[in-house]
């Protein structure tokens, strides 16, 4: 939805409720708030079973076995790009995936891993000759609107990366995977594209893109699973089942990508 700047900080802030970690600290603190009241059977209950419910949460959310299936169902929706003589279309699209601001030790501005891995795959289909223009889509997407715009970042890196300038177009005014696509048709009209970004992300990307009226050739740009969810579960190992801080964060990807879908669907944006 187009935010204005208070809502968009209402938005960013809402989101921390989907984190599991944030449910992970809210078990947690239920548990430590029982434990602390004077003690009874009922609430000796109650203790147990919400240190339950923590210890849950964090082998659902935290396990890599798990976190690699939940992610690897978005990343099986669309089957990975391979250029043929007829894949030419008017643009390549690439949605920025963060930005670093600068500040007292980072000495310049840079663009994110996922930004810099996906502009690399724009560049590339652009070096294959299959459209004349690559639009890099992402504005401020901080609270406060301080740091630079990421496609800013983003068109510095395609043009080390050997995209002429004239190449190049820039959208800067998005903060949103939906504003991404309104924004981006209010550059380049209706046309057929190619959508860059990263696997997990492109199920919601591509129906906010068709619902503006592009025609959408999706091109998944790094993906967290190496395998269909059926094979991650038939070639686990056993520290498939240590809970880590990465598993965490994928199922964090995962979970932020589903409810964006489901919260889009209900307000008629997909």
Request: charged content about 15%; hydrophobic content about 50%; some cysteine.
């Amino acid at each position: 939805m187009d935010l204005a700047p208070l809502w968009f900080g209402i938005y960013k802030a809402a989101k921390y409720a989907l984190y599991p970690l944030s449910w992970i600290a809210i078990a947690g603190l239920l548990t430590l708030l029982a434990a602390w009241l004077p003690v009874t059977p009922r609430r000796t209950t109650w203790v147990r079973r919400f240190a339950f419910c923590t210890l849950l949460l964090l082998l659902l959310t935290a396990t890599p076995l798990l976190s690699t299936m939940y992610v690897a169902w978005l990343e099986g929706w669309y089957p990975p790009f391979q250029a043929t003589p007829t894949s030419r279309v008017d643009a390549i699209v690439v949605l920025a995936g963060g930005v670093f601001a600068k500040g007292s030790l980072r000495p310049t501005d840079d663009v994110s891993d996922a930004s810099r891995q996906r502009t690399a795959c724009g560049a590339d289909l652009w070096l294959q000759g299959l459209a004349p223009k690559v639009l890099l889509t992402g504005g401020v997407a901080t609270v406060l609107q301080t740091g630079p715009p990421e496609s800013h970042e983003m068109k510095r890196w395609a043009l080390r990366l050997g995209v002429p300038e004239s190449a190049i177009l820039v959208e800067e005014k998005s903060r949103t995977t939906y504003e991404n696509a309104v924004q981006s048709k209010a550059v380049l009209g209706a046309g057929h594209i190619l959508l860059v970004t990263a696997a997990y992300h492109l199920p919601r990307a591509v129906g906010l893109f068709e619902k503006q009226g592009f025609v959408v050739t999706p091109v998944a740009c790094g993906y967290e699973s190496q395998h269909t969810p059926v094979q991650v579960w038939a070639q686990n190992t056993l520290f498939d089942f240590l809970p880590t801080a990465k598993a965490l964060l994928i199922t964090t990807q995962a979970v932020d990508e589903v409810v964006g879908m489901l919260v889009y669907w209900a307000a008629g944006k997909l």
